[in-house]
Structure formats: C-alpha cells, structure tokens
C-alpha cells in the first residue's frame, strides 16, 4: 500500500503556491546541471515543463495524483514527484532526472544492477524506480528490506518486477 | 557509457570481439578471424529503432543488412513488457547465425502479408502466442538470409556454399583462411534468388547456441537511462498536447462547454469538440488539463444514466438460469448428477477489471490533406490502419502507422478506440497533435474484462471420485464484437477456454454460455483472457470437490490426471517444491491449482495468512510449469514473477464498479495495484522439455488465483466465490 507517510511527506515538501493574480514569469530551472528558462503558469507541475517544454522524456506520467511514482526525479537529492510540485516551488534547488542519473555513484551502480538482473519489462515505470531507488541508497547505503519497503512502495509497477527490483537493489548496494 | 553494454569484453587481449567507439553511440565488432581484425558490424547501441530500415539484403520481411555491417531484425510482434524483443530475434539470430549484441531491432510496420500472427490471422500480439506462431517462421526467415549470405561468399570464392560456414555474423571458407563478414556481403546476397523458406534446413535443438540461454533482452539498456521512446514520449515540430474529458457516462455526449475561460489560460490554443467529448489543446498538458477543468463541461448523459453493477449481476443471475450455447457435452451430465451419491452445487463470479496499464492511453496524429500519420504504441497496428480508414476516408497507404514500445497492454492496446478519438480530435487541429488521457480517463473510459457469472454443479461417487460436471457461464461476448466471424451459434470460444476442456478425466460433462450483455459498458481481453475466469471456477471447485470427498486437493487432483502426463508433471513438481506435505501454522494456508492454458502445462502453489482482521497476505508463490522448450528461461522467470503479480493485483484488489453508467474508480488510490511490500517470493521451476514451445504471458495470471483463494480456504476453512477477495468475509468470527 501507498504509505500515508510518504504522500504526507511528498506534499509537505512543496506545498501548493499560493493563488496570486500576478502575471506569470518565467522560472528559472537547473536541470542536470543546465540552466533553462520557462514562460509557464506558476501552478504548472514540473513533471509537463521535463516533458513537453524541455522534450526530456525520460521521466514518466502515470498518475498525476502522487500515486504511482512514474514521474520522480530529485529535488535537491529528495525523490520528488514532479507530477504534483509545482515549478514555482523549486527556487534554484537543483534537479535531477532519469537521464543524469548515471552521473552519480548510486544510479550508475543501480543501472548496471537492473540489467545484470533484468529488472525491467515494459519499463514504463523504470525511471520512476531508479529515482526512487538512487535516493534510497544516497541516504541508506546499505537498507533493510523494511527501508525499501518504505521508500519504494510509492512506486507502482504494473509488470510486476517488484522481486528483482528488491534484489537489484540490494546488489547495488554491494557495489 | 558502460551501462549500456550488455557483454562487456571478457578479457583484455588484443583480439576483444567487440568495443565502444567513443561517444559516437556505435557499437563495433571485429571479427576473430587470422589474426586480422575487420570491422564488419555498425549496430546502434539503443538496438531497438523507431524508423523503418532500408538496406539492401532484405530477403523477407525480418532481416536487413546493409554494407555497413549493421544487421537489423524487423519485429512483427510488439514489445509491451513480455519480453517478445528478445526471444523472437533469437530465432531469426539462432539461424542467421548473429549473436544478439549485433543487431538492432526495429517495429514492424503495419503488413498483414508480412507480419501476421499465423494464430490470430492478422499482426497482432495476443493470446501469449508470439513465441508459438513465429517459431518456425522465424527461424526459417533466418536459415534463408544465412543461406544467402553463405552462397555469396561461395560464389566469390568460387568453392562450394556446403564448405563454408557462417557464425557471430561471418562466412568463412573451408580452410578457416579467408572470411567476409555479412556486411561485406550484403550487396552480393542481395542479388541472389531467394529460397522457398520450407526449403532452407533448419538446425538441430541439440545445436541451439542461443535459443534456451537466458540471453539478455535486447530492449533494456535503453529502459534504464530515459532513452527508451513510447508512443506518449512521441515529439514532432510544431507538435502541440491535447488533454481530453470524455463523457462520463458511457454513450453521453458533450452538452456544454465554457470555451473562453479554457482558452484563457496560459498556453492553451483551441477547444476541440466531439460528440462524445473535449478535448484541450496547448502547449503542454499542464496548460491543457488546466484548460480542461475551466471549461466546466456539462454533458448529456444519455441513455444509459441508471447503469448499475447490482442491475447487472441481477440480469446475470437471471439469464443463467436458462440454457445456453453448448461448448463441450460429454455422456449424460444430467443424469449422472441425478444418481451421484452425493451432489454439489456453487455459483461464482468475477468483477469488471481495468487494464490500467502504467503508459496511460495517448496518441499522436498529424492529420494532412490525403493522408496521416499517427504515433501509438498498438498490439494491432493493421487493425488501427483499417479503423483509421473508416475515420478518415483514406486508404490503407496513406496512414502511416509509426508503432512504440508499449509501457504495457495486457490487451488494452488490442483496442483502436484511443486512435479512433484522436484521429477525430485531429482532423480538428492543423499540424500534429498529441492526445494524452489523465489516469483517470485511462481507468473510467477503459473496455473492461466482462463481469462473468458462473454456475457450476458436480455429482460426486460413493468414493468421492467426480461423476457429473456442469459449468455454466453466463457474461458479455468480446468475440461477438471483435471477431464476430467466429462468435458462431452464440457461443464465444473465448468465453469459455480453459471451461471446456479442463485437463482432468471427467466421464460426464457439460459446458454451456449465456451471452449477456451489459448495457453501456464497453467489455475487451484483459490478460489471460478466457482463462483468468475459468481457472480460478474450475480449480476453485475442484477444490471444493476434494473437499467434500474428504480428500487431500493435491492427491485428488493427481487421480483424475493419470492420463495427462504433463499436467501430473507440473503439479508434482509445484507441490514437491512447494513442501505440500508439511504443516503451516494457524492461520496459513496452501492452495493449489492446475491448467493447460496457451500451449503450456502449469501448477502453483500459494501460501498465505490470514489475519483476525481478514486481511490476507500472500507469502509465497511456488510454480511449476512446462512450456516445452523455452527459448529464453530468463524471460520466463520474468513473466512468472510479473504476470502472477498482476493476477494477484485482482484477486486481492480488484473491481470495477459502475453507478449512475459511471466508472467509480479513477486512479491508483481507489483502483489498487500490488505494490513492493505487498508482493510474496515467487519462484519459478521448469520442466525440461523438447515439445514445441507453449505461451507463457497470460499463464501465470490465468493460474495464481484459484490457488490463493483455495489457501485461504486452507487457512480458514472459508471459500471465496466472488473475487476480488472480501476482508471482510474472513474475519474470525469469535
Ligand atoms: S505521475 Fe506522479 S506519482 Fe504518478
Ligand atoms: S516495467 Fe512495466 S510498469 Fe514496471
């Protein structure tokens, strides 16, 4: 089941902005290490700016609603789902998606994990559980059955590659 | 770079197979051969491509190669997860003689002539039947483009093709002295007639250098950094999103829409109005949904406002009173129940239940003056070509399908309506327009798996041994509907599989279908089919006749297959592995179940608890399972795991419930998938077999829940009759 905690967790982080009559501005956004500039509404989610203004479609829409996890990416290392943060939550944080994961120690060894085990079927899900999955180990290098529970079952899979995604990570963790 | 190479070179000498080529995204390989290394393959790195790829030696519709080595497999089936990338191009490499890191593989276009699914008579991927339906084919494809490529060389040699030989993508000659590698040869190859492909020898299974390794799936790689292209991933210039409401009740139509306060949001560009809904085009779909909630639509409901599920269990129940299409009558069922020394009698029933596939529906269409194309991730690319004809008026030619990888479809994507909507939004919009559904669209305007309802009756003898069998199903007809040249004399063969030929010896049997449709909803094939129904009533109440013959369910089973060496085999294995025999604590239970389904043999074993509360946990998963010879067990393992969580995911939590002809689910907190702490240990063990290869996707789906709902029994000594399973019935009533 979805833990109460981490959608708790999830909306405190970046709370809804507050209604404003203001005309929109452009946001200013470090993805990846680059910077890029967006003329949106202030309450846009995050998850349509990656995807449809920048063309970055590695981070997935699966739910919309903090459901299913297909859309995270780190905020300032915390795994965000982008689905419901809207941009004008982000300030300068720095965020990380699905296509620099492999840039940093955890989401290299993850990667290499997931195919020395075939982790992935349809993969749809996939990126969402590697950013879940990096953010784990950037915190808990080496986690407890109990630590992945709790930090992955926010993410859905509905191919069902939970097993190996258990065992993937531990293997990283090995690494 | 390194996560992207699946075989990294084994040692450091000289003559390395393969390398990167720094940066350029290409990987190389050399040949072995004299000492010399040539490099004869240029193979994209992502090796799964969006576009169709000319090359010269193209001897049928699977294989291209061009003079730059690159050695391309055209897939006629898609991959959606299943794993059918990566073991069909091992039958075309088997016999082309390529290893799997050396080619890339690319969708099919849509070609009936080409690519169809000698099973299912069209280019389809369905009924776990991939591995069935190309696996001489395939192979055969690959032996011809060998031969051709052997007789090239030969003939530039000026030898004998029967002394040279073909391997890792070269020909070389008798003497090992010479060789040319397949891009070398393809001009040359290219030129020769090609042989009947019946004519081509194919190889012996004991020579089988690929086929039955757990070769690694060509398709990952790229599903592990974002690289990965889904239909819902598709960009083109000028490319604008649409986000859609469709009437919420089924058959409604748009009644009002509040134009102008959509259009006044940021970035949003046009209203589009069809009868049956909106949809809001922008620039992205932030704007797009934001546009949707401001045009406060209000619809006409229509007919069908007072769609019930009660209604329709209760026309159900009363329409399987009567007798329906007779799909197997064997002796005299009526009789025999009439003497049998003792009688039983249960009726079941499962729900409607949403696809719900991770990749939401979405396609992109860029309508023109005489043609289109359109962008979709489909398990029937012709079959969307033809509705898309009767849409738009166009030929077959001019609607160029551009098929994806599927983020899933488990039978959704057997289905052109999503194309069918965006095809009439775009003929709307100038230039290309991508339509995206929110989950919530995806899980209330899905076409469901039927609501079955299910009248079983036995006739037991003084031994407890079965004497009499009747099953009855009474639900809606996806065949009437999608394939109505074989819905004949009212009966829907799918319907009723794995219902009328269950595997055990039963001497007096009867097995009949009640069509009934329920009005409004839309029905369709979810995973597993006939067979996700019908396993889990026959092995349901087969356990209930063990129980009632006061006989062990493994042991009772085992006496009515005597005579089905295969289904013994797995059912054996399953409860040997499984530890059947030794004691569980209070409140577990194990259950079992067993099913030919799609060509293959498979029993499981579950265990589980069952809590004072109700709540069931599912502990493990032990299955046996002979799907004749596997072509890639890895794959296999897989789709034990993924397809059993997915039957688990309904059996546990699964329903669609319609009031007022709405949906009332809408997204995954009220319609519920298993998650990561929910899911038991699943294990996996095959028969070694030399039969021809069985299905396997839907397998495990269609066997997992009689085999929780008989443990759960097991463990409380309540039956569960109704999916999905209900806490509240099993709580301890102390
Ligand atoms: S799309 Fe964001 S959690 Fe599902
Ligand atoms: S791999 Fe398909 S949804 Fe996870």
Same mark, same amino acid.
């Given at each position: 089941m979805l833990s109460p905690d981490f959608l708790a967790r999830v909306n405190s982080t970046f709370p809804p902005a507050p209604a404003t009559l203001e005309e929109a501005m452009a946001y200013n956004l470090k993805i990846n290490g680059t910077a890029h500039s967006v003329d949106v509404d202030?309450?846009?989610?995050l998850l349509w700016v990656i995807?449809?203004?920048?063309?970055?479609?590695?981070t997935k829409f699966g739910?919309?609603?903090?459901?299913?996890?297909?859309?995270t990416v780190h905020i300032d290392g915390v795994a965000t789902?982008?689905?419901?943060?809207?941009?004008?939550?982000?300030?300068?944080s720095a965020i990380t998606t699905i296509e620099a994961i492999g840039e940093t120690p955890q989401g290299a060894a993850l990667q290499k994990a997931w195919l020395d085990l075939e982790v992935?079927?349809?993969?749809?899900?996939q990126s969402g559980q590697l950013m879940s999955a990096a953010a784990l180990l950037a915190e808990?290098?080496?986690?407890t059955d109990e630590d992945i529970n709790s930090a992955m079952s926010g993410n859905v899979c509905r191919c069902g590659t939970y097993q190996r995604i258990r065992a993937a990570i531990k293997q990283a963790a090995e690494a | 770079m390194d996560t992207l190479n699946l075989n990294e070179p084994t040692s450091g000498s000289s003559t390395s197979r393969r390398t990167f080529l720094k940066g350029g995204g290409l990987l190389l390989g050399f040949a072995l051969l004299g000492g010399t290394t040539t490099s004869v393959f240029a193979a994209?790195?992502?090796? %799964?491509?969006e576009d169709e790829v000319k090359a010269?030696?193209?001897?049928?519709?699977f294989i291209r190669i061009d003079p730059k080595g690159t050695v391309t497999l055209v897939m006629p089936m898609v991959e959606m997860g299943q794993g059918t990338y990566t073991s069909l191009a091992m039958l075309l490499a088997e016999e082309l003689e390529v290893?799997?890191?050396?080619v890339q593989v690319q969708h099919a276009p849509p070609n009936d002539a080409l690519y169809?699914?000698?099973?299912?008579?069209?280019q389809s991927t369905g009924l776990s039947s991939s591995v069935r339906a190309f696996w001489t084919p395939l192979r055969q494809a690959g032996a011809v483009g060998r031969t051709l490529l052997i007789a090239a060389a030969a003939k530039q040699w000026g030898v004998?093709?029967?002394t040279c030989k073909a391997a890792h993508g070269v020909v070389t000659d008798a003497s090992g002295s010479k060789h040319l590698s397949y891009g070398e040869l393809a001009d040359a190859a290219s030129k020769l007639p090609v042989p009947a492909a019946d004519s081509v020898k194919l190889k012996e299974p004991?020579?089988?250098?690929?086929?039955g390794t757990p070769a690694k799936r060509v398709d990952t790689p790229m599903k592990v950094d974002g690289r990965a292209i889904y239909g819902i991933d598709t960009k083109l210039p000028g490319m604008k999103v649409a986000a859609i409401s469709i009437?919420? %009740?089924?058959?409604g139509k748009v009644k009002t829409v509040d134009e102008k306060a959509a259009l006044a949001v940021k970035g949003v560009h046009q209203v589009v109005k069809i009868d049956e809904a909106v949809a809001v085009v922008a620039d992205h779909l932030g704007a797009a949904k934001k546009g949707l909630e401001a045009a406060a639509i209000e619809w006409?409901?229509?007919?069908?406002?007072?769609?019930n599920t009660a209604d329709i269990i209760m026309e159900l129940e009363e329409k399987s009173k009567q007798p329906g299409a007779v799909a197997r009558n064997e002796g005299d069922a009526e009789k025999a129940l009439g003497s049998a020394a003792q009688r039983i009698d249960a009726i079941y029933q499962v729900p409607f239940l949403a696809h719900?596939?991770?990749?939401?529906m979405n396609c992109t269409v860029h309508m023109q003056k005489d043609s289109c194309d359109i962008w979709v991730g489909t398990q029937v690319p012709t079959l969307t070509q033809m509705f898309v004809a009767g849409v738009?008026?166009?030929?077959?030619?001019a609607i160029r399908i551009h098929n994806h990888l599927l983020g899933?479809?488990?039978?959704?994507?057997?289905?052109?309506d999503g194309t069918v909507l965006a095809v009439k939004i775009a003929k709307q919009v100038d230039g290309p327009v991508k339509v995206v559904w929110s989950r919530e669209e995806d899980i209330q305007h899905d076409m469901y798996r039927p609501y079955y309802y299910d009248r079983m009756s036995a006739g037991l003898d003084a031994?407890?041994?079965?004497?009499a069998w009747t099953h009855r199903i009474a639900g809606s007809s996806i065949f009437a509907r999608y394939v109505p040249q074989l819905f004949?004399?009212?009966?829907d063969p799918d319907a009723v599989e794995a219902a009328a030929e269950p595997p055990y010896a039963l001497p007096n049997i009867h097995v009949d279908y009640v069509q009934v449709e329920p009005p409004g909803v839309p029905t369709a094939f979810w995973r597993g089919v006939g067979p996700t129904h019908n396993v889990f009533v026959v092995e349901s109440f087969m356990d209930e006749l063990a129980h009632a013959a006061k006989q062990d369910p493994v042991a009772y089973r085992k006496a009515l297959l005597a005579n089905n060496p295969r289904a013994l085999g797995v059912l054996t294995l399953a409860a040997e592995k499984s530890g059947w025999d030794t004691p569980l604590p209070d409140g577990q239970g194990r259950g079992v179940s067993v099913a030919f389904i799609f060509g293959s043999y498979v029993a499981q074993v579950a265990e589980v608890t069952v809590g004072p509360d109700g709540a069931v946990k599912v502990n493990r998963i032990v299955c046996g399972l002979d799907?004749?010879?596997? %072509?890639n067990p890895d794959t296999i393992e897989a789709q034990i795991q993924g397809g059993s969580i997915f039957g688990l995911t309904a059996v546990l939590h699964g329903a669609i419930t319609i009031k007022d002809g709405r949906v009332e689910q809408s997204n995954f907190d009220n319609y519920l998938p298993m998650r990561i702490d929910e899911v038991p240990v699943i294990e996996t063990h095959l028969v070694k077999s030399a039969e021809a290869p069985g299905g396997i996707g839907e397998v495990p789906t269609s066997i997992v829940s009689a085999a929780v709902t008989n443990a759960i029994f097991a463990a409380t000594g309540k039956r569960v009759r109704?999916?999905?399973?209900d806490p509240e019935m099993l709580k301890s009533s102390s």
């Open positions: 202030d309450d846009t989610p995807r449809d203004v920048l063309g970055m479609t590695g739910c919309g609603a903090a459901l299913c996890g297909a859309c789902r982008s689905c419901i943060t809207t941009v004008d939550s982000i300030g300068d992935v079927q349809c993969g749809y899900c808990t290098p080496k986690p | 994209n790195a992502a090796q %799964v491509t010269p030696f193209a001897p049928n519709g290893d799997l890191d050396q169809a699914n000698s099973i299912l008579h069209i004998e093709p029967g004991k020579d089988f250098t690929l086929i009437s919420p %009740v089924f058959g006409d409901d229509g007919p069908h406002a007072t769609v719900a596939t991770m990749e939401p738009t008026g166009f030929p077959k030619e899933g479809g488990f039978g959704r994507r057997l289905e052109p031994d407890g041994k079965p004497v004949v004399n009212g009966l799907c004749g010879l596997s %072509v109704t999916l999905p399973v």
